[in-house]
């Protein structure tokens, strides 16, 4: 029965089956809980995790932020052009980004900003007004470089599951740009390495063989020895 006394408009379908209240206006738009779902979800993807799933430790970097000398060329490339380096990184972090388009928004930056400061020197001169504003223009050119690659070490510590360092990844390209650029190239140089995947061997099919009257004939009249010598060869050929 309905509040009020007033009878129900359903029908029982058995005789057991108690009276049933109208459905209230909104009534069937009220959310609906269910335990099933709430599971944990991955934070880059989105996709649900099984309940045995344990989230991978951190793992050291392999080189120190000091250890430019253990790869030369990275580190006379980080040293003359770092805007390559850099392009370079992001390339092979991101396939999907060509290494041109990160190398410009790094020249701009960086080498924008020093070849801004010496066409205001040299145009004005060096005084106190000028000299004010040539830092000025250094440190905010520095302070956008230094966010534009921290954000890009913060995505490599996330795909490999690197420590954080003492410092936040931005304050690392503010303070030791060319080495930290070093570093993160030397991380994913030895990381890709190890993925390498090994030489496959190809084993190539021993050609078609016909036989016709004439050679079935001579196999008859050949003695068995012989035939037992016959056998078919493998070419292999590594990959």
């Not at 990381?191 to 090994?198: A, P, Y």
Request: proline share 8%; glycine share 8%; hydrophobic share 35%.
């Amino acid at each position: 029965m309905a509040e009020g006394g007033v009878q129900s408009r359903y029908v029982k379908l058995t005789k057991d089956q108690g009276p049933l209240e109208d459905i209230k206006p909104g009534e069937l738009n009220q959310p609906i809980d269910v335990p099933q779902l709430h599971v944990r979800k991955c934070n880059e993807c989105g996709q649900p995790l099984p309940e045995s799933f344990e989230p991978p430790a951190d793992e050291p970097w392999t080189t120190g932020i000091f250890g430019c000398a253990e790869d030369t060329e990275s580190c006379w490339t980080g040293l003359l052009c770092p805007c390559v380096l850099f392009g370079r990184n992001v390339e092979s972090l991101r396939e999907d980004t060509p290494w041109t388009t990160p190398c410009m928004c790094h020249a701009i930056f960086v080498e924008g900003g020093f070849a801004l400061a010496a066409a205001t020197a040299f145009f004005h001169g060096i005084d106190p007004r000028t000299s004010f504003l040539i830092c000025e223009g250094l440190l905010f050119g520095w302070w956008m470089c230094g966010i534009y690659t921290g954000l890009f070490r913060q995505s490599l510590q996330k795909k490999y599951h690197l420590k954080n360092s003492p410092c936040d990844p931005c304050a690392v390209h503010c303070c030791m740009h060319w080495c930290a650029l070093c570093q993160e190239h030397r991380e994913m140089k030895g990381r890709l390495s190890d993925n390498i995947v090994s030489p496959m061997t190809i084993v190539n099919p021993p050609p078609v063989q016909e036989m016709n009257s004439a050679s079935h004939s001579h196999d008859d009249t050949a003695p068995s020895s012989a035939k037992s010598s016959e056998h078919t060869s493998l070419e292999m050929q590594a990959l």
